[in-house]
């Protein structure tokens, strides 16, 4: 018997990004001109917004005050989150609405944690970790299940399920007062704690680069390209032989995973959990994040939650109360202006007159 093979014409073989990119190299063909061969590749397109963004995060904390740096810092810690919904919604074709879940899950166990005296933060995260993964395993054989609209509001269901149990559960998670008092952690042990925002966030940075350049890798890979092709043909994966259902399931555990990482980075920077941080409210915000960076874009997902934070809590500044009429003008102005996200932009050279060289 032989093992079952993902189909291998053009559309069932590459992501988006793939697509795109030989449509850029077809298009810049034409001119032929170095520079627009050049922008089309993959590497430049990818590598030159990853180091303006890496950039711009090694020196911000010379830039900005207390208040900025934490900022930064929630930024990172909900992009990780975004990153985990990019997974689910570009990746595997089911967007959720409850994804948040999972990371209100991470955040309570690294309050647990912390509060009992285990302050060391690599332990805190591999904590917070696996019992989001757990959490996402058990959820995830009613979720995985349906698909579209139901797949949504079930997740909506699940998400909204476990704000209630963490509001309730007054002697573990402190209620709806939410569990406060929470010690600073130390990255490694022997290592200092971190006492200050701007030590906060270094060590908030280095996780986020280290847990997203993993999921990259991993998107990057065949496995990657296994969810797309269940993606856009389930029907003929399944006549192929692949467990479609298996292998959504096993995304819905990673992404949960990722999401409990980010969620135990949120609490690190807050010293605070309540169930409000596993609200519908934040997980439309990271689902909104994946829509403006992009849905197949782990960059895009980082950079789509930095502009949800600096609209909500910095330009709403000047408009108290209101955050939420400049997030839908942002999301209506996206959509229109770049539907494909901000990783779907495309800068080509101009041609030359005259013919080509």
Same mark, same amino acid.
């Given at each position: 018997m032989t093992a079952p093979t993902v189909p291998t014409d053009s559309a069932d073989s590459t992501d988006p990004g793939?697509?795109?990119?030989?449509?850029?190299?077809?298009?810049?063909?034409?001119?032929?001109?170095?520079?627009?061969?050049?922008?089309?590749?993959?590497?430049?397109?990818?590598? $030159?917004?990853a180091a303006v963004l890496a950039a711009f995060l090694l020196i911000a904390p010379s830039s900005f005050d207390g208040y900025g740096i934490s900022l930064l810092s929630k930024a990172l810690a909900l992009g990780v989150l975004a990153v985990s919904v990019s997974i689910l919604a570009g990746y595997s074709g089911l967007p959720t609405m409850g994804q948040a879940a999972p990371f209100l899950v991470g955040a309570y166990t690294a309050g647990v944690l912390g509060t009992h005296g285990h302050t060391i933060g690599v332990v805190q995260l591999l904590c917070g970790t696996l019992v989001a993964a757990v959490f996402a395993a058990a959820t995830g054989l009613v979720a995985i299940r349906t698909r579209g609209v139901a797949f949504l509001m079930t997740t909506l269901a699940l998400g909204e399920l476990t704000v209630t149990a963490a509001?309730?559960?007054?002697?573990?998670?402190?209620?709806?007062?939410?569990?406060?008092?929470?010690p600073p952690v130390q990255p490694l042990p022997g290592m200092a704690t971190l006492d200050s925002d701007r030590n906060v966030y270094w060590y908030v940075l280095a996780a986020t680069a280290v847990i997203v350049a993993i999921a990259w890798r991993v998107l990057r890979s065949p496995v990657g390209k296994l969810l797309l092709a269940c993606r856009d043909h389930e029907a003929r994966m399944r006549s192929a032989g692949h467990? $479609?259902?298996?292998?959504?399931?096993?995304?819905? $555990?990673?992404?949960?995973?990722?999401?409990?990482?980010?969620?135990?980075?949120?609490?690190?920077?807050?010293?605070? $959990?309540?169930?409000?941080?596993?609200?519908?409210?934040?997980?439309?915000?990271?689902?909104l994040a994946v829509v403006l960076g992009g849905a197949t874009s782990p960059l895009?997902?980082?950079?789509?939650?930095?502009?949800?934070?600096?609209?909500?809590d910095w330009l709403a500044g000047p408009f108290p109360g209101h955050g939420p009429l400049l997030l839908g003008l942002m999301f209506i102005i996206a959509v229109y202006a770049f539907p494909d996200g901000v990783a779907g932009i495309r800068f080509r050279a101009p041609k030359r007159r005259g013919g080509s060289t």
């Open positions: 793939d697509s795109q990119t030989s449509d850029a190299t077809v298009s810049s063909s034409g001119s032929g001109s170095p520079a627009a061969t050049l922008l089309a590749s993959p590497r430049v397109r990818v590598g $030159v917004p509001g309730e559960w007054r002697s573990m998670t402190g209620g709806t007062d939410g569990m406060y008092g929470i467990p $479609v259902t298996r292998y959504q399931w096993l995304a819905y $555990v990673a992404a949960g995973a990722l999401a409990g990482f980010g969620g135990v980075l949120m609490c690190t920077v807050n010293q605070y $959990v309540s169930p409000d941080d596993g609200s519908f409210s934040n997980s439309a915000m990271v689902l895009g997902a980082l950079l789509g939650a930095g502009l949800i934070v600096a609209t909500r």
